[in-house]
């Protein structure tokens, strides 16, 4: 499993980026969330945390070296690499896969490589979830919760990678779309994601996953009443976005071949894990 740090992963991004632009562009569209603010350093999200206290800023680079953090890390960075195996359709991709559809069914049943995909990015979150936060399961997902970027990790991911590819399923509610994910593709999930990070890894995502139904199905019905606001802003963005063709996003600077041009779960992850370890050091946990 190849390292990287929060620090190396972060400060690729900067606030011209499209994946940065994307991400303030569908945040400022849902009601609810903290206002999106960019940084791409712990000092930044000490800032957003902690209104950057030194002390917590040196105690959350200390558990940012701990080695759990370090794969979490590892995780938000392969969910945007279609070649780790955890997603098939990854960031703008899959918004652009959905723009492009033709006209017909929006639904888990008429897309079943687009919900496997989105059951192994729940996983991976899950995962993360697991690896970033101690205490009990429902302790993890309270403190995830918490944090502006968990708020935001899971928002994008009922709007990008639900609500907007099964929009057909949103009669029935967020819940009943959540439930019937999982149901109908949990063994392909467990199977795929148990390659990625062992039965071990899959054992603690799972056990986030059974309590963090409930609270994605909430991300999801907030998402819902916004689908329409979102795809107007993105289909105005993505014209503009789309002009960068095979060249990377600055932000990645690799070939767009090997990574989606948009690495929004990078982005986002990497955040999600640099506002753990300084809410962590704030709270003493």
Request: hydrophobic share 45%; glycine share 8%.
């Amino acid at each position: 499993m190849p390292e990287k740090t929060i620090e190396e992963i972060l400060s690729k991004f900067n606030e011209s980026d499209y994946t940065v632009k994307l991400c303030n562009i569908i945040f400022k569209a849902i009601p609810g969330l903290q206002p999106f603010q960019f940084y791409n350093t712990i000092e930044g999200a000490t800032e957003r945390i902690a209104g950057g206290d030194a002390s917590v800023l040196a105690k959350a680079k200390e558990i940012a070296t701990t080695s759990d953090i370090k794969t979490a890390v590892w995780v938000t960075d392969a969910v945007d690499k279609a070649d780790m195996g955890i997603s098939v359709l990854t960031g703008v991709k899959n918004l652009m896969s959905i723009f492009g559809k033709n006209k017909g069914q929006s639904t888990i049943e008429a897309d079943p490589q687009q919900a496997i995909d989105a059951a192994m990015k729940a996983a991976a979150l899950s995962y993360i979830i697991y690896k970033i936060m101690p205490g009990a399961i429902g302790e993890k997902i309270t403190h995830f919760r918490e944090l502006p970027a968990g708020n935001e990790l899971a928002a994008y991911y009922a709007m990008a990678e639900v609500a907007l590819p099964f929009t057909d399923n949103l009669i029935s509610g967020g819940a009943a779309l959540i439930s019937r994910l999982f149901s109908q593709h949990s063994g392909d999930m467990n199977t795929k994601f148990s390659s990625i990070v062992g039965g071990e890894g899959m054992k603690q995502a799972g056990q986030v996953l059974e309590k963090f139904q409930g609270p994605l199905a909430e991300y999801v019905d907030m998402a819902k009443d916004n689908t329409g606001t979102v795809m107007a802003k993105v289909r105005d963005f993505l014209p503009s976005a789309a002009t960068i063709g095979n060249v990377a996003d600055s932000a990645t600077g690799v070939a767009a071949m090997g990574m989606d041009v948009m690495p929004v779960w990078s982005f986002l992850g990497s955040r999600l894990v640099a506002e753990a370890c300084v809410y962590r050091a704030q709270k003493g946990l």
